[in-house]
């Protein structure tokens, strides 16, 4: 837990400014586009940083770093409540990268570590409350709410239901399909089809998911996105308006 951190001789006092500095430019993980040495620059900083001693003097180097620094650190990132438990991985890649590129033994790994970050996450939850379990959709949920989309004479309701039915239709996540663009979500002869936009993976080229047309077509989350579509463009060129860009 937390007060792991404050193992005797493991002060976490920031006391080297220069360190911190280069540390703050180099930024979290997952902060713009990561790069391998941006991990192991990283890890090399944050290590650097919590071997020196509670007055500030600096460890004679960095690394390796010993499996009591490793948690230290994770008691240090407990503390600055900036981290949750399941985004720890990438922070303890981190030292291991740079451990494995300078010939050392990985230090972030083993029993008494993955005891850590299990009381890591156990204070976390004490403090923030349980993580929301998220599960599936149902096959026989959508089965109905695409019943219901096709069968209601509420625009609005027919909407939110083609929003869910079609997004499940290629295991989307929920924000997939709330961000969608009109141009993405195409029905023809062949089936549906939904362009993913890829916006969290800039070097990944978009990829187009399809489905084909089922048996029962006029009972198919196909035909209600087609009901949808023509209702939309109807409501907007009665408003006078040209359609949005946003899908739903």
Known sequence: RAQVARQEGLGLRVEDEDLARELHEVGPPGRGEPTRRDDCRRGSLEAQLLQHSAGGAPAACPLPATVATVIAYLGWLQEQDSVHFGSLQPYMSAINTAHDDAGFARPAIGKVVGMTRKGFGELEAEIRGAPERRKGLPAPAAHKIMDEGLDTG???IMRECAAVSSTYQFFARG???AKAE??????DEEGLHFNEDAKNLPKIAPETLSTPWPPNRERSPHQLVVRFLAARKAAWLKAGKAEPVSLW
């Open 182 to 187: 009109i141009d993405r979500l195409v029905v």
């Open 154 to 156: 509420d625009d609005l």
């Open 175 to 177: 924000d997939t399909g």
